[in-house]
């Protein structure tokens, strides 16, 4: 098992979990990651590497594979294309120059390709932590590369595993919330895709595909668009860039939020739409394995609120829009299942008669799909991506010599809307820390609990120091939940060039004494 990216025992514990089962059954662990997490102490191998350095670490790795002949020959020919470009970019990645990169021992680096290489099933976990960089979708084509190369894909217990940073991440994205697809992925640009959901809906659709959540808030502010409506999410306090989050919200003729609880974004909105919890509502939620699961009303909803779905329902009709009159969540299943092959088997009957259903799941009598490309890839050849290292786009400087790390930690969850509010939690975890190395916090002349200011080109915030030798140093760490020293005001909004996600992970920040 390679975990790349991923405060697993933190954010997914089910999984960390059965990671523990298989190492207690033999299995080997190797954790990659900048910060010593709590996984690292189970690991037998702890890759520690710089910020940022993902891409020179997996062609390092995969140099090796080569060179020690740990690749699977048959796979790369028959299943794949591309290698030969891979092959020649990896070339220059030698020990020394992989180690320089990254600051990862040549040991450590040539122990990982043998371990990984040797093993004669293996998978690679990653969540956020490769994937929220301006170089995030490279990191994710290189983890790709690796299990590729190594014929670690279409086999149990192999593959490329995301773990999904919350709940129904999957099924949202399965969904169509994205930009550029429909349902089950489905391209808006694609011929073959609009006309069976222009014939169903009874409008004509664009082929241009939509904004992104950043793209958004930059032409809100640049006044081209007027109205948004924000449906649970907390973009005041998850987005990057604050300041420039809150003009935009602010620049808008219509905000509509449509929440559980008075977030700060709500804070803004013209119109509020109370939704209900996930506990006083029928639906489903497809989990991080494709799994769909089944959600069933435990109470009425209480107050005004509604379910999400009955809200955009009514919306809908208030507008005059067609195609809306659900009366129960199992007539949307059915329209999602008229659309989407991937999901066109699975049906509220076969859920509530227990079937384990994960997509594609192509028809009624098809048992799901419990692991994917076990007859090859959809597009016929898995394909190689041959790419260069590129630095973050911001990196340290004189006057901002630390690289400032977001994430989460395991009492809270992301803005902190729900869980800031159990008093249990707020116990454990009371407020946010900056994480910091003692060499550092002495060198600044920082002590254990002591106010500090950190500064970046777009922000501050107070916030006390714990020392740690969790971060490295020239490293910090502060966690996202916490709107008192709301750490989104200091990083940077610009985004990796293809999947337009932002970089929360490489941030350069000063650091002051006091406040």
């Known amino acids: 098992m390679l975990v790349i990216g991923s405060n697993t025992t933190g954010q997914h514990p089910i999984i960390s979990g059965r990671m523990m089962k298989a190492k207690n059954k033999g299995a080997k662990l190797i954790v990659v990651d900048t910060r010593k997490i709590p996984l690292t102490e189970y690991a037998d191998i702890f890759v520690n590497l710089k910020p940022g350095t993902n891409v020179a670490f997996l062609n390092g790795i995969l140099h090796i594979l080569i060179w020690e002949n740990l690749i699977d020959h048959e796979f790369i020919r028959d299943k794949t294309e591309g290698f030969e470009a891979l092959k020649e970019k990896v070339r220059g990645y030698t020990l020394e120059k992989v180690s320089d990169i990254t600051g990862v021992s040549q040991d450590i680096l040539k122990q990982t390709a043998l371990t990984f290489g040797g093993a004669e099933k293996a998978m690679i976990f990653y969540a956020m932590g490769i994937t929220q960089h301006t170089t995030g979708t490279d990191n994710v084509k290189a983890v790709a590369n690796l299990a590729m190369a190594t014929g670690n894909v279409g086999r149990p217990f192999t593959g490329v595993n995301p773990l999904r940073g919350q709940n129904n991440v999957q099924g949202a994205c399965d969904m169509g919330a994205l930009p550029n697809v429909m349902t089950g992925y489905q391209p808006v640009a694609n011929l073959d895709v609009r006309p069976r959901f222009e014939?169903?809906?009874?409008?004509?659709?664009?082929?241009?595909?939509?904004?992104?959540?950043?793209?958004?808030?930059?032409?809100?502010?640049?006044?081209?668009?007027?109205?948004?409506?924000?449906?649970?999410?907390?973009?005041?306090?998850?987005?990057?860039?604050?300041?420039?989050?809150?003009?935009?919200?602010?620049?808008?003729?219509?905000?509509?939020?449509?929440?559980?609880?008075?977030?700060?974004?709500?804070?803004?909105?013209?119109?509020?739409l109370p939704a209900c919890t996930f506990a006083e509502k029928e639906g489903t939620f497809t989990n991080t394995d494709r799994r769909v699961q089944r959600v069933r009303e435990a109470i009425s909803p209480m107050g005004e609120s509604k379910p999400d779905w009955r809200i955009i329902s009514e919306l809908a009709d208030v507008m005059n829009a067609p195609g809306f009159d659900f009366a129960t969540p199992k007539e949307i299943m059915e329209e999602i299942a008229f659309l989407t092959p991937s999901y066109a088997g699975i049906?509220?009957?076969?859920?509530?008669?227990?079937?384990?259903?994960?997509?594609?799941?192509?028809?009624?009598?098809?048992?799901?799909?419990?692991?994917?490309?076990?007859?090859?890839?959809?597009?016929?050849?898995?394909?190689?991506?041959?790419?260069?290292?590129?630095?973050?786009?911001?990196?340290?400087?004189?006057?901002?010599?630390?690289?400032?790390?977001?994430?989460?930690?395991?009492?809270?969850?992301?803005?902190?809307?729900?869980?800031?509010?159990?008093?249990?939690?707020?116990?454990?975890?009371?407020?946010?820390?900056?994480?910091?190395?003692?060499?550092?916090?002495?060198?600044?002349?920082?002590?254990?609990?002591?106010?500090?200011?950190?500064?970046?080109?777009?922000?501050?915030?107070?916030?006390?120091?714990?020392?740690?030798?969790?971060?490295?140093?020239?490293?910090?760490?502060?966690?996202?939940?916490?709107?008192?020293?709301?750490?989104?005001?200091?990083?940077?909004?610009?985004?990796?060039?293809?999947?337009?996600?932002?970089?929360?992970?490489?941030?350069?920040?000063?650091?002051?004494?006091?406040?």
């Open 347 to 515: 049906t509220y009957d076969r859920l509530d008669n227990g079937e384990v259903l994960s997509w594609p799941c192509p028809n009624k009598d098809h048992p799901g799909t419990p692991f994917l490309y076990e007859n090859g890839f959809a597009r016929g050849r898995g394909i190689f991506s041959a790419m260069d290292y590129m630095p973050p786009a911001e990196l340290p400087d004189q006057d901002y010599p630390y690289i400032l790390s977001t994430g989460r930690i395991p009492f809270h969850y992301h803005g902190g809307s729900m869980t800031r509010r159990i008093d249990v939690l707020n116990r454990e975890a009371p407020e946010a820390l900056m994480n910091i190395h003692p060499e550092d916090a002495d060198r600044l002349g920082i002590n254990e609990g002591q106010m500090v200011t950190v500064r970046s080109r777009r922000g501050e915030i107070a916030i006390k120091a714990a020392k740690t030798d969790e971060v490295q140093p020239g490293s910090i760490f502060i966690p996202m939940h916490f709107a008192e020293c709301a750490v989104n005001k200091l990083t940077d909004s610009r985004v990796e060039a293809q999947a337009k996600i932002p970089d929360f992970k490489v941030c350069a920040v000063n650091i002051g004494i006091g406040n």
């Open 199 to 272: 014939g169903h809906w009874g409008v004509p659709l664009s082929e241009t595909p939509g904004l992104t959540l950043v793209e958004m808030m930059a032409s809100a502010r640049k006044g081209r668009l007027k109205g948004m409506i924000v449906m649970g999410e907390n973009p005041m306090m998850s987005d990057p860039d604050t300041r420039h989050v809150q003009q935009a919200l602010e620049s808008l003729d219509l905000l509509v939020v449509q929440d559980i609880f008075m977030t700060e974004t709500a804070q803004l909105a013209h119109v509020l």
